[in-house]
């Protein structure tokens, strides 16, 4: 029954894992280029990065790629690894040779199972390339773009580490479940494909923030903690009414998941006095009006609230997440054992 299985999935198998060989020869290229690069030049890393079209390109598509790969693995592997048989009829012969159905399926998704968890291993190798940038970051050091988005962010979070590996591995069995269900292997692949994004948006959207308890600090709001600062136009000429501020912590590589103004009694502020639009100012233009109104937001009791995660959580979050998605796909796994046992005759 292995040599059966590995012989209906050693062609897709080839072409996966002869294309992730591909990228892990550039990856182990180039990986030392960027890493030498980040020793000698240190605060501007990222000046000499935006220049590298190669690396700059490496970057970004490694971290589509990476995204994009339990996708392809969920679409191409799992839904047609058992919809296909079931589809065609070929399974009944197989079930008819003494091979039983639990043998069956556990073999499919043993084989496919396997190759998932070596193609999401490519996250790790990716991890290991962008260490040099990851360490930038750390240091404080920044870039207008992409480069200098810390990985805890949930916009890179699931491209680093070992979620990866288990996010492939669950799309290969949300690909098996949705066969076993529809049992129709286009419609199997594409109800696969919008179940993987929808896992890949849930998690970063809905679950990471709420892994683990926030830290939390309240400080005062100056010039040089203001990141944010936004507001709509006034009843009159010229005016602005100020909704929103944001600050920055001493904490590089943070990932900030609630930036909020209190006033003096505690409370979130949603509308600020008009007198606060005298602290917007250009970097730069700061005159003593502005210095003058962040010194009363301070007098008046206006305080910034922020809740964060510190870079140090970076592989217990993963850690957790990664627990979080292989437990998903045992649940599913054992679903698909008890339809097939049940259901399917």
Known sequence: ????????????????????????????????????????????????????RVKTAIFHAGTAVVYALPAVVGVFWGAPTVARELEAGTSRLVWTQGVTRIRWLATKLGVAGAGAAIVGLGGLA??????????????????PGMLSVPRLWPELFGSRGVVPLAMTVLALVIGVTAGLLVRRSIAAMAVTLVAVVAVQLVFPLVVQARLLPPKELTTTITEDRLTEFTGRPGSAPDEMVVERIGVSIDSPGAWITSNQT????????????????????????????????????????????????????????????????????????????????????
Do not use: K, N
């Open 262 to 345: 209190l006033d003096d009694s505690g409370t979130v502020v949603a509308t600020f006095p008009s007198w606060v639009a005298e602290c917007a100012a250009p970097p730069g233009q700061q005159d003593a009006e502005t210095a003058a109104c962040f010194d009363r937001l301070a007098a008046e009791g206006y305080r910034q609230h922020v809740e964060y995660h510190p870079a140090s959580r970076f592989w217990t979050l993963q850690l957790i997440e990664t627990g979080l998605m292989l437990g998903l796909a045992l649940v599913l796994a054992g679903f698909c054992f008890w339809r097939i046992r049940r259901d399917l005759t």
């Open 1 to 52: 029954m292995i040599w059966l299985t590995w012989r209906q999935f050693r062609v897709s198998a080839f072409i996966m894992l002869g294309a992730l060989a591909v990228g892990l020869l550039v990856l182990g290229v180039t990986g030392p280029q960027l890493a030498d690069s980040w020793q000698v030049s240190q605060q501007s890393f990222f000046d000499q990065l935006a220049t590298d």
């Open 126 to 143: 990716f991890t290991w390339w962008c260490a040099p940038i990851d360490d930038a970051v750390a240091e404080g050091y920044s870039d």
